[in-house]
């Protein structure tokens, strides 16, 4: 969690409002995956992204290699968005060094 | 259905016992590897590994050991679990090797008593 620092740590969002996480990096990202682990602890892949933009649905990312950081956007937070949400960078082709998480609560 | 495959879903086990957990990979990807999420839900990587080199986060102990009959399969042995062992173990897979995305397994939880 040290490498890679996720805020907020926990987001309250009401059904139909936007949102947005963000990773920052200790160390320059070569390329950054988001996840979202759901109840039953699957990590479902969201997006993989060298520097740039990508969109998916409601969903947005940006990864900003030269300033260390990535962003994911969520517009109109429907109930399913709930669950954890990390970043992840892979600065080595050695494994994914992770952040802490974004717990994300969608309430009606 | 291609997908990333772990056996078990739970594993509960004394301290001392050894165990193996299952890994399989159908999506046709070289490289393989197993992280550890604990408690907290932090996840870090224990070991990545291709049919040319095994690498090993050195916080890893000595008594966890990847087994590998070929590159679909990667298991993941514990020769004397340790109570702090307790965790999940998840299970990954890239297609060659270095920066490309990873996919997981729905992971393997173990409970040492």
């Known amino acids: 969690g040290d490498k890679v620092k996720q805020s907020p740590s926990a987001l309250s969002l009401q059904e139909g409002t936007n949102s947005a996480l963000r990773c920052n990096f200790s160390?320059?990202?070569?390329?950054v995956q988001w996840f979202l682990q759901n109840p039953r602890g699957s990590l479902i892949n969201l997006f993989y992204?060298?520097?740039g933009t990508k969109e998916n649905g409601r969903l947005k990312s940006a990864f900003d290699s030269k300033e260390s950081y990535s962003t994911l956007h969520i517009r109109d937070a429907q109930l399913e968005d709930s669950g954890t949400y990390f970043c992840?960078?892979?600065?080595?082709?050695?494994?994914?060094?992770f952040g802490l998480g974004t717990r994300v609560s969608v309430f009606p | 259905e291609t997908a990333v495959f772990q056996t078990p879903n739970y594993h509960v086990t004394q301290v001392g016992n050894e165990v193996s957990f299952n890994c399989k990979q159908t999506?046709?990807?070289?490289?393989m590897y197993w992280y550890k999420q604990d408690s907290k839900k932090l996840l870090k990587i224990m070991f990545s590994?291709?049919?040319?080199?095994?690498?090993v986060n050195e916080t890893v102990p000595r008594r966890f050991s990847p087994q590998s009959s070929d590159k679909a399969h990667l298991n993941l042995r514990i020769k004397s679990v340790e109570p702090e062992d307790s965790a999940v173990y998840l299970c990954?897979?890239?297609?060659?090797?270095?920066?490309?995305?990873?996919?997981f397994g729905p992971g393997t939880r173990l409970t040492v008593l």
């Open positions: 999506l046709g990807h070289d490289t």
């Open positions: 990954a897979s890239s297609p060659g090797t270095g920066y490309a995305e990873q996919f």
């Open positions: 590994y291709n049919n040319k080199q095994l690498i």
């Open positions: 160390i320059a990202a070569t390329t």
């Open positions: 992840a960078e892979n600065n080595y082709a050695q494994g994914l060094t």
């Open positions: 992204l060298v520097p």
